[in-house]
């Protein structure tokens, strides 16, 4: 299993493409799960697992027969993730999300829980995903993303029109978890 250390190794080694030096901590993964009603969650989509810290909460607590897809560019990540994780399907590059949603039988998903380093994107990246993700999500769908930033709060704003913002504290760095609800076409 790839460790802590390994992530930092990694850090160390392409810090913008991993974005933080340590994975989550249980706090951050408890907060940005705590609100998703998995009851009625058929299809999730994670984006950016790292050593699947996550990826491991919403195994546990997802619905059997549900649908579970995450991406990470880490190829070595990816292959551990593919492991330890034999039902959830793994993908490389979360850019990548409108083409490999379109190949599946999918249609729009339930959730989109993303841990990806959003503040190292340019501008034209950050706006393509927002709106693959938006895309990506069915009326009433959430969208669910930590960041070490306020740099994202107009995006959540202008493609959600609101978006909820709760502060973790224990967590290095601390973090800001966003969620956000995509409102019914009217
Ligand atoms: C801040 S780490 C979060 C890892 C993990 N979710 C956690 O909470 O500990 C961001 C992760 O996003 C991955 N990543 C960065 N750009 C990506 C991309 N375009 N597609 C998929 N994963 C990406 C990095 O390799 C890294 O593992």
Redesign the pocket.
């Known amino acids: 299993m790839l460790s802590t250390w390994t992530?930092m190794k990694?850090f160390a080694r392409?810090p913008l493409?991993?974005?933080?030096i340590?994975?989550?901590s249980r706090f951050?993964?408890a907060r940005?799960l705590e609100s998703v009603d998995w009851d009625q969650a058929n299809s999730i989509i994670?984006?950016?697992?790292?050593?699947?810290?996550?990826?491991a909460a919403i195994d546990n607590q997802r619905r059997p027969g549900s649908t579970f897809i995450s991406?990470?560019?880490?190829d070595d990540?990816r292959r551990e993730l593919n492991a330890r994780f034999p039902d959830v399907h793994t993908?490389?590059?979360?850019?990548?999300l409108r083409e490999v949603l379109a190949k599946q039988t999918l249609g729009s998903v339930d959730c989109v829980i993303?841990?990806?380093?959003f503040a190292?994107?340019d501008d034209a990246?950050r706006t393509a995903?927002f709106s693959d993700i938006h895309a990506a999500l069915r009326p009433g769908g959430v969208f669910i993303a930590?960041q070490y930033t306020r740099l994202l709060q107009p995006y959540f704003l202008s493609v959600y029109g609101r978006y909820e913002c709760k502060r973790v504290l224990i967590n290095v760095p601390p973090a800001l978890v966003y969620f956000c609800t995509k409102q019914s076409a009217s």
């Not at 991406?71 to 880490?74: K, N």
């Not at 993908?91 to 990548?96: G, K, L, S, T």
């Open positions: 992530f990694r392409s493409a991993i974005g933080s340590v994975p989550s951050l993964v940005m994670e984006l950016g697992a790292g050593t699947g810290v996550i990826t991406f990470e560019r880490d990540m993908h490389h590059d979360a850019f990548m993303s841990g990806l380093p190292n994107f990246q995903l930590f």
